[in-house]
C-alpha cells in the first residue's frame, strides 16, 4: 500500500523501494511462520493478497503511471491484464499447485522485479510488449524451480 501512495505522490524512487522491501518479506515471512509454528489457511490467503497487491497492483501502477498512460486504453487494458493474470497466477498457486516443488508459470514476485527493472531502463512500446509477455508466463504451464522448496529441504537435511 505504501508504493501505491508513492506513486500517486510521484515519489517513485520510494515506490520502488517498498515494492522491494515487499520482496525481503516475502521471501522469510513462511520461513518465519514454520519456525514460530503459526503456519495457517488464513496465513497462506493472507499471503497470496498481499503479494497481489505488492507485486501485482503496485508494480502495474507504477509502469503505468510513469510510462503506459501515454498510450491511453491501450496502456490501460495492458495494465488491467496483467493484474488479472497475475491473480489468476496466485489463485492457481493456492488450489493446486503451493505443495509442489515447481513452480508452474511465472511467480507474481518474479514478474514484479522484471517489471520494475524494464519500466526503469526501457521504452514504453518494450515496457508494454514485456507486460504482455509477463502476463502470459504467469498463467502459462512452464515449470521453474521452486527456491523456498529448495532451500527448506536442503535446511532439513543438514
Known amino acids: 500500500m505504501l508504493s501505491i501512495f508513492a506513486v500517486l505522490e510521484e515519489n517513485f524512487s520510494a ?3 517498498f515494492i522491494l522491501l515487499g520482496l525481503l ?6 520461513r518465519i511462520a514454520r519456525k ?3 503456519v495457517s489457511e488464513f496465513g497462506k490467503e493472507l499471503d497470496s493478497f498481499s503479494d497481489l497487491v505488492t507485486f ?3 508494480p502495474v501502477l507504477f509502469a503505468y503511471h510513469v510510462l503506459l498512460s501515454d498510450f491511453g486504453q491501450i496502456g490501460l487494458f495492458v495494465a488491467v491484464s496483467y493484474n488479472v493474470c497475475a491473480l489468476l ?3 492457481r ?4 499447485q ?3 516443488p515447481t513452480f508452474i508459470g511465472l511467480p507474481v514476485p518474479a514478474a514484479a522485479v522484471i517489471l520494475l527493472l524494464t519500466t526503469i531502463f526501457l521504452s514504453p512500446m518494450f515496457v508494454a510488449g514485456i507486460m504482455c509477455l509477463l502476463s502470459y508466463l504467469m498463467i502459462s504451464h512452464v515449470k ?4 523456498k522448496k529448495i532451500s527448506t529441504e536442503n535446511e532439513q537435511t543438514i
Open 144 to 147: 521453474i524451480p521452486h527456491a
Open 56 to 58: 501485482g497492483i503496485a
Open 93 to 96: 498457486f493456492n488450489t493446486t
Open 25 to 30: 518479506f516475502d521471501l522469510f515471512d513462511e
Open 89 to 91: 497466477r496466485l489463485a
Open 36 to 38: 514460530l509454528g503459526t
Open 15 to 17: 515506490a520502488i523501494g
Open 98 to 100: 503451493s505443495e509442489l
